[in-house]
């Protein structure tokens, strides 16, 4: 009896082995990805898998490494790094894929699919177009509420292009695309972006649309203009005539009540990061602290973040902050400020009243050792503008000696 039990139970477990189902992992190679928005639109960025637990995802110079990958029978979870939005996708046994760019906070899915291409775009056409320099762009200009002015900076060399759009309120990342014949297409997805540009180009002028996702899109004009210039953007955001002064007093993750009329603040030099971290411009901004404090250490400066999260829940909310500081390696305190529908930027200036606005996500306010605020630096140029982030790098650091060395 108790022999044939035991090969019952044998033939039982040969049995479930045998309807297990089979694991499908990433092959090693290049491929691209594709992005179905607005309009039917591909959106297209390389994805290098260099084994089946990482991969690479390129936008021009910008290399973003993805080492988050989880397998369910043929399905696998890509999580991009920092941002909430991950790629669920089937895995077909030639190595390409088929699922979606999923970011749950919003309600947004975005159908994704890969080639064995090692292409970002295919030229088609040559061309005798050249876009290399300065644009004074113009996005949805006959929309009072949605048009908003941008500096295309772009460099071509052929058909191939990379440059990025300023805004008064950052910019748009690395974007890397090609002129093909008259046509010019652009894109960056970095796991928060999902950006497409197109337009019909000359040497002069340029007449297209803006894709974000599948939820957005919006028609831009520009003319070269080498000497076009954005507003400062010091001079954009600023402290009411009847406040006299910039203060919070928000939570950690921790729950301690932090304000900035705490004695640890008093007497420093203290910077005031506004951001979130579904924000790619408050990202760069952040590594880029995180780096000067650690090349300076000796700085005596304080700098404290107030998050506004996208985030539903309070809880999810501080899971993303200690998700960003444990990626980064920020070491200063991060405070939610207020998480939901922070991007209507009216709701979330009430948990500031003391500013004119919430023009930008990141903001930061500089604030001398008598709480004076010194300055507030609205938006974020990054390492994808060139020249003005080396230029911002400089004036930053020679801002922030002058405030040190002050009494």
Known sequence: MHKKFLHFILFLSICISCNKPEIIKLKRGNYRAILRVKDNQKLPFIIDIKNDTLLSIYNAEEEIIVDEI??????????????????????????????FFIKESLDRTV?????????????????????????????SENSSEDKYIAKGIFKQTENLVT???????????YLEGIVDGDSLKLSTFDGAHAFLFTAKVTNSTMNG???????WKE?????????????????????????ESFNFSFSDENGKIISLSDKEYQNEVVLVQIMGTWCPNCLDESKFYVNY?????????????????????????????????????????????????????????????MLNHILSYPTTIFIDKK???????????????????????????????LLVSEK
């Open 111 to 139: 159908p994704f699919y890969t080639e064995a291409v090692n292409k970002r775009f295919i030229k088609t056409n040559n061309t005798n177009i050249d876009i290399s320099g300065n644009w004074e762009t113009i996005f």
């Open 163 to 173: 440059g990025t759009f300023r805004t008064t309120t950052g910019d748009y990342r």
């Open 219 to 243: 028609p831009f004009t520009a003319k070269i203009n080498n000497d076009y210039e954005l507003p400062n953007e010091e001079e954009l955001t600023f402290i009411k005539p009847n406040y």
């Open 371 to 401: 709480g004076k605020v010194r300055k507030i630096h609205t938006g974020f140029n990054g390492p994808a503008t060139g020249k003005k982030y080396h230029d911002f790098k400089k004036d930053f650091e020679t801002f922030i000696n």
């Open 293 to 353: 404090l650690k090349n300076n250490p000796n700085k005596k400066i304080k700098i404290i973040a107030l998050a506004f999260e996208v985030a539903k829940t309070k809880d999810a909310a501080f899971k993303r902050i200690q998700r960003l500081k444990n990626r980064i390696g920020i070491n200063y305190p991060v405070l939610l400020a207020d998480f939901g529908n922070v991007a209507n930027k009216k709701m979330a200036q009430k948990k500031l009243p």
């Open 209 to 215: 649309f803006f894709y974000s996702g599948n939820h």
């Open 70 to 99: 989880t397998y369910a029978n043929d399905s696998v979870l890509i999580k991009l790094p920092v941002y909430e939005g991950y790629i669920k996708a089937k895995v077909y046994n030639n190595g390409l894929l088929q699922g």
